[in-house]
């Protein structure tokens, strides 16, 4: 059973630094995983992911600012975020999926087949 559990969430003022991090279980090295977030009355959107092989790809918005990384042995996913923004503020996803034939691209556009339950993030102004 593949389980994603993040933490590191919280309120930030706007320039401001978060690190969020997911911890998963059921899962192996091959897997692709990502940061999804999700604004109040807005629809969810890929923010960074990165692939089996280490390929990354990021919501164009986030480039520059945000850092996805993971450590294979400890099953671990990170998120750095830098230079935060009000329009930041959302609920942000971990997400794993086992399917090897896609890259990261492909997953920031059409999501991932596991999720958590999340960990909100509020930028003020």
């Known amino acids: 059973e593949v389980e994603l559990a993040e933490s590191g969430g919280g309120s930030v003022q706007s320039a401001g630094s978060l690190k969020l991090s997911c911890t998963a279980s059921?899962?192996?090295?091959?897997?692709?995983m990502g940061w999804f977030r999700q604004a109040p009355g807005k629809e969810r959107e890929g923010v960074a992911v990165?692939?089996?092989?280490?390929?990354?790809a990021y919501l164009d918005t986030v480039k520059d600012r945000f850092t996805i990384s993971r450590d294979n042995k400890e099953n671990i996913l990170t998120l750095q975020m830098n230079r935060l923004r009000p329009e930041d503020t959302a609920m942000y996803y971990c997400?794993?999926?086992?399917?090897?034939?896609?890259?990261?691209?492909?997953?920031?556009?059409?999501?991932?087949?596991?999720g958590g339950k999340g960990t909100l993030v509020t930028v003020s102004s």
């Open positions: 997400a794993a999926d086992p399917r090897r034939y896609y890259g990261s691209n492909y997953y920031l556009d059409h999501g991932m087949n596991y």
């Open positions: 059921g899962i192996d090295s091959t897997y692709a």
């Open positions: 990165i692939d089996r092989n280490g390929r990354t």
